[in-house]
């Protein structure tokens, strides 16, 4: 395995993102997966991500949202980080892309062959990018919010969509799941959602552990998940 930081910028922020990817030999190019972060940011987690898909066979590129070295640590940073976007989706669209461009650029990339797994926050970044027609073959959320963006122009939705969820998730309402079933029938989305029992939010981090946000780490579910990800990855490039 392969890796390296790869730094670039947008609206004058310096974003650092961290790229892991099989070794040369094996071949000229391998499929590309993007690693969208949680609400802390760019962090070990996401990181760790893109390793295992390196190893994998996969380019995991761990993209950055928030900047170099931004990485909330309580509750109330990670917060302040992430409500920005949460408040404009069409800037979180446009750094999405950038991110998306800058991974793509690589030598190493197969550009026919792109997806992205996200988590909680970055789960809705993933979704938002199939939702106005970015041209991936898939993608994941993992514990992922599902609310979609208002004012937001849709175009066809060209990705596979696989959604992981926790039935006791307290930060994706029953309502959440039903309006994203009936938002993806509407645009007749490639969708498929799988919901794991007595689990909650974050339940694929070996951290999470808060009871007080409901956020779990769940080692069940999570190997599950993974499975179904797996699975996932070979239907979309073999």
Not at 58 to 71: E, Q, R, S, T
């Amino acid at each position: 395995m392969n890796e390296m930081f790869i730094e670039y910028k947008h609206n004058n922020d310096l974003l650092e993102a961290y790229c892991a990817y099989p070794d040369s030999e094996l071949s000229s190019s391998f499929p590309l997966v993007l690693v969208s972060h949680a609400w802390a940011g760019r962090d070990d987690f996401a990181m760790n991500v893109a390793r295992d898909l390196a190893n994998k066979g996969y380019v995991g590129f761990a993209l950055d949202l928030y900047g170099k070295n931004k990485i909330g640590k309580t509750t109330e940073e990670k917060s302040a980080l992430m409500q920005p976007f949460m408040q404009n989706r069409k800037f979180l669209h446009e750094r999405m892309l950038l991110n998306i461009d800058e991974a793509k650029k690589l030598d190493f990339v197969d550009e026919s062959k792109t997806a992205a797994i996200g988590f909680c926050f970055g789960g809705l970044c993933v979704l938002d990018m199939a939702r106005i027609g970015v041209d991936l073959n898939g993608v994941i959320s993992f514990h992922g919010l599902l609310s979609a963006p208002e004012n937001v122009h849709y175009l066809d939705i060209m990705s596979k969509m696989l959604v992981l969820h926790g039935s006791d998730d307290p930060m994706v309402s029953f309502q959440d799941v039903e309006n994203f079933k009936k938002e993806m029938d509407e645009h007749e989305a490639d969708w498929q959602m799988n919901i794991y029992g007595n689990t909650k939010h974050g339940f694929s981090v070996p951290e999470a552990n808060d009871q007080n946000l409901g956020i779990i780490y769940n080692s069940q579910t999570a190997k599950r998940a993974w499975k179904e990800s797996f699975n996932f990855l070979d239907e979309l490039f073999l």
